[in-house]
C-alpha cells in the first residue's frame, strides 16, 4: 500500500554467478541503504550466454530472508505458472516468516519460452496465461488466510505487467503495488488506465495502488519525472558475475537528497 515514501530498490539477476557473489551483492546493498532487494523467476539467463550459470528464485528468497535484517525482499516478479498457487502462497507465507515480515509477493502472468519448454510447463498463449493469472489469486490469497501460523503481516502483492484489458484488471483487483514496464510517458497512461478498472471493481487504485518501475542512467535525467507520473518504487537492475552497483549508489544518492 503507497506509503508516500520514495523507494530504491535492486533486482540481482541470479544469473552468470556463483552464489557466494550472489551474497556478497545482497550484504553490499542492504549496507548502501537500499530499500528492497529483488530477484527475478527464471531457470536461465535472460542475456548474456543463454546456458550460463543460473539459480532458482524462491529458494534464493529463504536464503536472502536470513542473510538480511532491514531490507523487503521479493520477485520482480514470480512466474504464475510455475507453482500451484497453494503452494506459491505457502512458500510466501513461509519466507514472510523467515524474513520477520519482509516479504513482498511479486507475481506475473510468465513470458520466458524457453523456461516453459525446458521445465515441461505448457507455454500456452499470453491471454491463458492471463487468464490463469485471474483465477489463481484468489487461491493465493485464500491460503495465505488460511495458513498456521498467518503471516506475518499482510503481505504485499505486487503484480508485473502492462496488459491493458485484462493484466491492469487483475491489478485493480488484487495488487497493492504495480510494476510497469516502460517510459514515463507509458507509466502515466497506463496508470490512468488502472484507475478506470479500479473504479469498475471499487477500489480506488490512485491510493491503494503504488506504482513500481525500472530505473537505469542518472536519475537527474528521469528521477522526478517518474515521481511526478506517480512511481514511488524504482528499481536499478544488475547482473552477475560482478553485480556492479554503482549506478544504484547513484539512485540512492538522489533519493537521500530530495
Same mark, same amino acid.
Given at each position: 500500500m503507497t506509503n508516500g515514501n520514495l523507494r530504491i530498490a535492486v533486482q540481482l539477476q541470479p544469473q552468470h554467478a556463483e552464489?557466494?557473489?550472489?551474497?556478497?551483492?545482497? %550484504? =553490499?546493498? @542492504?549496507?548502501?541503504?537500499?530499500?528492497?532487494?529483488?530477484?527475478?523467476d527464471h531457470f536461465?539467463?535472460?542475456?548474456?550466454?543463454?546456458? &550460463?550459470?543460473?539459480?532458482?528464485?524462491?529458494? #534464493?528468497?529463504?536464503?536472502w530472508a536470513e542473510q538480511t535484517e532491514r531490507v523487503e525482499?521479493?520477485?520482480? #516478479?514470480?512466474?504464475?505458472?510455475?507453482?500451484?498457487? @497453494?503452494?506459491?502462497?505457502?512458500?510466501?507465507?513461509?519466507?514472510?516468516?523467515?524474513?520477520? &515480515? =519482509?516479504l513482498i509477493l511479486g507475481i506475473g502472468a510468465g513470458w520466458f519460452e524457453k523456461d516453459y519448454d525446458q521445465f515441461g510447463y505448457e507455454f500456452g498463449t499470453a491471454g491463458s496465461r492471463i487468464a490463469?493469472?485471474?483465477e489463481d489469486m484468489p487461491r493465493i490469497k485464500a491460503r495465505l488466510a488460511a495458513g498456521n501460523p498467518a503471516p506475518v503481516r499482510e503481505i504485499p502483492v505486487m503484480i508485473g505487467g502492462g496488459g491493458e484489458k485484462k493484466t491492469?484488471?487483475?491489478?485493480?483487483?488484487?495488487?497493492?503495488? !504495480?510494476?510497469?514496464?516502460?517510459? #514515463? @510517458?507509458?507509466?502515466? =497512461? /497506463?496508470?490512468?488506465? %488502472?484507475?478506470?478498472?479500479?473504479?469498475?471493481?471499487?477500489?480506488?487504485?490512485? /491510493?491503494? #495502488?503504488e506504482r513500481s518501475v525500472g530505473v537505469d542512467g542518472d536519475p537527474a535525467e528521469t528521477g522526478? /519525472?517518474?515521481?511526478?507520473?506517480?512511481?514511488?518504487?524504482?528499481?536499478?537492475?544488475?547482473s &552477475?558475475?560482478?553485480?556492479?552497483?554503482?549506478?544504484?549508489?547513484?539512485?540512492?544518492? !538522489? =533519493?537521500?537528497?530530495?
Open positions: 552464489y557466494s557473489q550472489i551474497r556478497d551483492a545482497v %550484504l =553490499r546493498a @542492504e549496507d548502501l541503504g537500499v530499500d528492497v532487494l529483488f530477484t527475478w536461465f539467463p535472460l542475456y548474456g550466454d543463454p546456458d &550460463g550459470k543460473h539459480f532458482e528464485c524462491w529458494t #534464493v528468497l529463504g536464503a525482499i521479493g520477485a520482480l #516478479v514470480t512466474c504464475n505458472s510455475y507453482r500451484n498457487p @497453494e503452494l506459491l502462497a505457502d512458500m510466501a507465507r513461509t519466507v514472510d516468516h523467515i524474513s520477520g &515480515g =519482509r490463469q493469472l485471474a491492469l484488471r487483475i491489478v485493480a483487483e488484487h495488487a497493492d503495488i !504495480w510494476h510497469s514496464f516502460g517510459d #514515463v @510517458e507509458t507509466l502515466t =497512461r /497506463k496508470s490512468g488506465i %488502472l484507475d478506470e478498472h479500479g473504479a469498475e471493481v471499487g477500489r480506488d487504485t490512485a /491510493k491503494l #495502488v522526478e /519525472k517518474l515521481v511526478a507520473a506517480g512511481a514511488t518504487l524504482l528499481t536499478v537492475g544488475t &552477475g558475475p560482478d553485480y556492479d552497483l554503482s549506478t544504484l549508489k547513484k539512485w540512492l544518492a !538522489w =533519493r537521500d537528497a530530495r
